[in-house]
């Protein structure tokens, strides 16, 4: 994907994840798909079909994020730029993949600690953060890589959430995200993602662990502001306490 310059338009600098330039065009970042809005506004609403059918479709969640995100996005940015922490994360750009985390290391770490525990998550559920897809449809490149960290630091919000990857733990996550992000993808996966649940599960869903996500999400500092790969010691129950996460029923 290129955008292409026209001569009255500034060439585009050369910064730190944008592309090189070639015969006039260049990448805003790897893999950018340049789309207008009206192809936006489709890729979204056939994203949504998909996803709400197969809430499993992991690529049609991704591309719902990226093409409906245009408000929450900057949003987002601008609480990190505000936030010490937040601004370190943008100029550092840190990446939570298998390639930079020391996997040995977080095994050995003690019980109860968020490296230890997010392990734990990852293998008990047969997940891995290089499962998370990198951004196509976001027409700028810091904003490219706030979506990015979301992604990246979703599996982390499990583990503080003592939330599992079946359908009801990832309900309870999506309702805690869709309050701390804004994002629309989302609030549709909160909304939604219950037709999917046993009427069993729906009770305990709206009995107990909604109102206790949305609770602990208003509570709560802006997850995208903890630098998580410089906590790998501390317990995850100190964490959240400092997020502002209560007690998971």
Not at 3 to 22: D, I, M, N, T, W
Request: proline content about 8%; overall charge negative.
């Amino acid at each position: 994907g290129r955008a292409c310059l026209s001569h009255g338009e500034p060439r585009a600098r050369h910064g730190r994840g944008e592309g090189e330039e070639e015969e006039g065009c260049y990448w805003l970042y790897p893999g950018h798909i340049p789309t207008s809005p009206l192809q936006k506004a489709l890729l979204a609403a056939g994203s949504a079909f998909m996803a709400l059918s197969d809430p499993y479709r992991h690529d049609m969640v991704a591309v719902l994020g990226e093409t409906t995100g245009c408000l929450a996005l900057p949003n987002l940015r601008d609480k990190m730029k505000h936030h010490p922490e937040g601004y370190r994360i943008l100029q550092e750009r840190p990446r939570i993949r298998l390639s930079t985390l020391d996997m040995a290391r977080l095994r050995g770490l003690p019980d109860g600690t968020l490296g230890r525990e997010y392990v734990r998550f990852l293998e008990d559920n047969k997940v891995s953060p290089d499962t998370r897809m990198p951004p196509k449809f976001v027409d700028d490149e810091e904003l490219a890589y706030v979506i990015q960290r979301y992604r990246e630091v979703h599996d982390l919000m499990h583990t503080l959430l003592g939330m599992p990857t079946n359908m009801l733990g990832e309900v309870v996550v999506k309702w805690f995200e869709a309050i701390q992000t804004g994002l629309p993808m989302c609030v549709l996966g909160a909304a939604f993602g219950p037709v999917h649940l046993s009427a069993r599960k729906l009770q305990v869903l709206a009995t107990e662990l909604v109102p206790w996500a949305v609770r602990s999400a208003r509570n709560a500092s802006c997850i995208l502001n903890v630098y998580y790969e410089q906590r790998w010691e501390q317990a995850v129950e100190s964490l959240r306490e400092e997020i502002g996460i209560f007690p998971p029923p």
